[in-house]
């Protein structure tokens, strides 16, 4: 099983930028989609992002309300997924995980995979 291991959350006011990375050592995550889900307090968990295989098209995803705020990329060579975050607002708050999987329509719009990392906490408030 993958084992992921996200970088530090943070603390962002209405309107700041954040990026998040993610990186699975020891293991070779070329032929995954890499993405984001996150999970509010008494939400649902709800897919973010992802970003296919580079053997497949790379191709970018997004939920509607992220859309245009933010972008994810990869770094095969570090086995990494990142996500900048920018114009966060307060409805951004939330714990994110990173996650892969084979598709991206796995991860996305609701998340249906077996594996995680342990999740960062990103608040955007004043």
């Known amino acids: 099983q993958v084992q992921f291991v996200e970088s530090e959350g943070g603390l962002v006011q209405p309107g700041g930028s954040l990026k998040l990375s993610c990186a699975a050592p020891g293991f070779t995550l070329d032929y995954y989609a890499l993405g984001w889900f996150r999970q509010a307090p008494g939400k649902e968990r709800e897919g973010v992002s992802c970003i296919s295989s580079s053997h497949s098209d790379g191709s970018t995803y997004y939920a509607d309300s992220v859309k245009g705020r933010f972008t994810i990329s990869r770094d095969n060579a570090k086995n990494t997924v990142y996500l900048q975050m920018n114009s966060l607002k307060p409805e951004d708050t939330a714990v994110y995980y990173c996650?892969?999987?084979?598709?991206?329509?796995?991860?996305?719009?609701?998340?249906?995979?077996?594996?995680w990392g342990r999740g960062t906490q990103v608040t955007v408030s004043s």
């Open positions: 996650t892969a999987a084979w598709t991206c329509d796995t991860i996305l719009p609701v998340p249906r995979v077996d594996s």
